[in-house]
């Protein structure tokens, strides 16, 4: 009994030491800190902005159209009156919400993926085909047909906003799996051939238990990094929708909706265009130094070097 609890010490401060290390080698990656400050103020912004400044995003002031910045309308109103600051945070609560949330789908069937043709042999070349004909798959053309097919009979069912979000939320997702699961396998096949996973196998350990105890921990680098440029992917690709004009209802804002709707008033207010286009740009580039960093801080091979 002592013996073990001996062990089990040893176990849990070597986790720690772990993450520690970890901790400590992100926080010398100077970008992935500030990538990390911009995407809190961002995510805080777009969740307690709307109780600070009080605006209805949908309300509508005739009298203040096309207006500059004022202390009522920091950021300036629309061509019929809309609030801009106001839009803004209330469409960056949905792209944060798209992103987050078909990232997770894609994280989730890419690692599935990767993770079964890696480990079972006899799964490799099927899903691994599967995994090569999504990707021959034209995505954008794809994502519209399906799009246009789906979005009146989801709209009837479960509303015009909450329809479409779950729409795109699962186009997006079940289209970006792909690479995760390319990388997931490639580290998967290393690593059932080590020492560790061999010995695992050798005292009758389960495959379940191999895959959760010695697999995924030491893929968690990959998917990390995978999950952050899943979350950039998935809000440029929804305001790539947006701004084509097949994603969320008019009156339902969103970044690439006020990206579209502002082309067409650039030369009169190029605000509304700038607004949004900055916040896609720092929302995307904050995500993609957080990957870096978690990339350089989880990947053993790289701490060594440094």
């Given at each position: ?7 089990e010490k040893?176990?849990t401060m070597?986790?720690?030491s772990?993450?520690n290390d ?5 926080r010398?990656?100077?970008g ?11 995510a805080?912004g ?9 605006v ?10 096309n ?6 309308h920091?950021l ?8 801009t600051?106001?839009?803004?945070l ?11 949330s078909?990232a997770f789908?894609?994280?989730?069937l890419g690692t599935?993926?990767g993770?079964?043709?890696g480990?079972?042999?006899i ?9 090569d004909?999504?990707l021959?798959?034209?995505?954008l053309?794809l ?5 246009l097919l ?10 015009p ?5 779950l ?5 997006i997702?079940?289209?970006?799996w792909?690479h995760?699961?390319?990388i997931?396998?490639?580290d ?10 061999t ?21 968690l680098s990959?998917i990390m990094?995978?999950?952050t ?7 440029i690709?929804?305001?790539a ?12 804002p969103t970044?690439g ?6 082309t067409n ?5 190029p605000s509304r265009?700038i ?5 896609i740009?720092l929302?995307v ?14 990947d ?5 070097l440094?």
């Amino acid at each position: 009994m002592q013996f073990n609890r001996k062990s089990e010490k040893t176990v849990t401060m070597h986790h720690r030491s772990i993450w520690n290390d970890a901790w400590r080698h992100f926080r010398k990656h100077k970008g992935a800190l500030v990538g990390v400050f911009v995407f809190t103020f961002i995510a805080v912004g777009v969740l307690l902005g709307p109780v600070i400044h009080g605006v209805d995003p949908n309300s509508i002031d005739f009298k203040a159209r096309n207006m500059g910045p004022t202390w009522a309308h920091p950021l300036g109103t629309d061509n019929i009156g809309h609030d801009t600051l106001a839009q803004i945070l209330a469409g960056g609560r949905v792209s944060l919400a798209v992103g987050l949330s078909a990232a997770f789908i894609a994280l989730l069937l890419g690692t599935l993926v990767g993770v079964l043709a890696g480990f079972i042999k006899i799964l490799d070349g099927p899903l691994m085909r599967l995994t090569d004909l999504f990707l021959a798959l034209p995505i954008l053309p794809l994502l519209l047909v399906t799009i246009l097919l789906f979005r009146d009979s989801l709209r009837t069912a479960f509303g015009p906003e909450t329809g479409i979000f779950l729409l795109i939320v699962f186009v997006i997702g079940i289209t970006s799996w792909m690479h995760t699961a390319r990388i997931v396998r490639g580290d998967v096949l290393s690593i059932k051939e080590r020492e560790f996973v061999t010995a695992a196998r050798s005292i009758g350990t389960r495959q379940h238990r191999i895959v959760f105890r010695h697999v995924l921990p030491n893929i968690l680098s990959p998917i990390m990094v995978s999950a952050t440029l899943g979350i950039a992917n998935a809000i440029i690709t929804e305001s790539a929708l947006s701004f084509l004009g097949l994603g969320f209802p008019p009156d339902f804002p969103t970044w690439g909706r006020l990206l579209y709707d502002g082309t067409n008033f650039i030369q009169i207010t190029p605000s509304r265009v700038i607004w949004p286009g900055l916040f896609i740009a720092l929302t995307v580039l904050s995500v993609n130094y957080i990957g870096d960093g978690l990339r350089d801080a989880l990947d053993p091979r790289i701490r060594n070097l440094n």
